[in-house]
């Protein structure tokens, strides 16, 4: 059973039909008890990070995440979901992430010509083999809507990485079983599929 963490954040029925067409019993939860004895954990997010941080909070779900992540059940942030997993966030300077990952989130930087929020389709780059991109190729493209993103502190972490404009951001990382991705694969049609796949067959 794959549980998705059901914090109100946005987007979550979506990640719900992707998950399912791929095969999975996906069920959308905040019981500590189903997400603990799920195979799979997925957490999405669209929103503001102070925000779903004080949902997480509120809910008693940091510690059931701290715990799932700590019994190695593979584990995926999505989008927001990816942000959370680290230490801070320019967007909410005043909270605290879950801090499982080292590194921080930073606003996308005023460029000319470059649209701040990130919409759109852009290309992967893959630093190291990561298992969320088996049977996948260098510079396939995925789904991105976000105005901040990730700089890792431990590059070994970094399974790929996306250019957009003058900066090139961390945008998926895997350690032991934890995987996170900025962009959104249950929008990115069937490579975003394959990704989901991917996961759930770790």
């Not at 990070?49 to 799932?68: D, K, N």
């Not at 995987?179 to 759930?200: D, M, T, Y």
Request: glycine share 10%; net charge neutral.
């Amino acid at each position: 059973m794959l549980a998705i963490i059901d914090y109100d954040a946005g987007n979550i029925r979506s990640v719900e039909k992707a998950c399912r067409a791929v095969g999975s019993q996906a069920l959308l939860t905040r019981d500590p008890e189903r997400i603990l004895s799920a195979d799979h954990i997925i957490l999405p997010g669209v929103g503001s990070f102070g925000q779903a941080m004080e949902r997480l909070h509120s809910y008693g779900l940091v510690p059931v995440i701290q715990e799932a992540v700590a019994r190695e059940i593979p584990f995926l942030g999505i989008c927001l979901g990816l942000q959370l997993l680290f230490s801070f966030s320019q967007e909410s300077p005043r909270v605290s992430g879950l801090g499982l990952l080292p590194g921080g989130i930073y606003r996308i930087p005023n460029q000319e010509g470059v649209k701040i929020p990130h919409i759109g389709w852009n290309s992967l780059s893959f630093p190291r083999e990561g298992r969320l991109f088996y049977g996948l190729k260098e510079e396939d493209y995925v789904y991105f809507v976000h105005s901040y993103y990730l700089r890792a502190n431990d590059p070994s972490i970094v399974t790929s990485t996306t250019q957009y404009g003058g900066v090139r951001m961390d945008s998926s990382v895997e350690r032991g079983k934890l995987f996170a991705c900025q962009f959104h694969p249950e929008k990115s049609s069937h490579v975003g599929l394959r990704i989901l796949r991917n996961f759930l067959e770790v």
